[in-house]
């Protein structure tokens, strides 16, 4: 196991970078009204994540491309109306 004495500034900020989206995409769900805001919140940042992450294997022709459904699954099951995905 490595270890590093004291935190790298630069981790803190990415630390808080990421806690600022989370609280902008909680905030977001909880205006439009979604069941469990911070848990969707906690699903789609996971997903755009991991899509960001496989695309570095597969490119924007991979499973990255599903994201989108993906998403709109998503908030379909936190109490959205599904609506006709947008053609990209």
């Not at 935190?7 to 909880?30: D, G, Y």
């Not at 919140?41 to 960001?52: I, T, Y």
């Amino acid at each position: 196991m490595i270890r590093l004495e004291g935190k790298n500034p630069l981790l803190s900020e990415i630390e808080r970078f990421w806690q600022a989206e989370r609280t902008k995409i909680v905030k977001l769900c909880e205006q439009a009204k979604f069941r469990d805001p911070s848990g969707l919140a906690d699903k789609l940042l996971l997903l755009v994540q991991g899509a960001r992450n496989e695309r570095n294997c597969y490119g924007f022709r991979g499973p990255s491309q599903k994201v989108g459904e993906a998403g709109d699954d998503l908030m379909v099951v936190h109490g959205a109306q599904r609506k006709p995905l947008l053609e990209v």
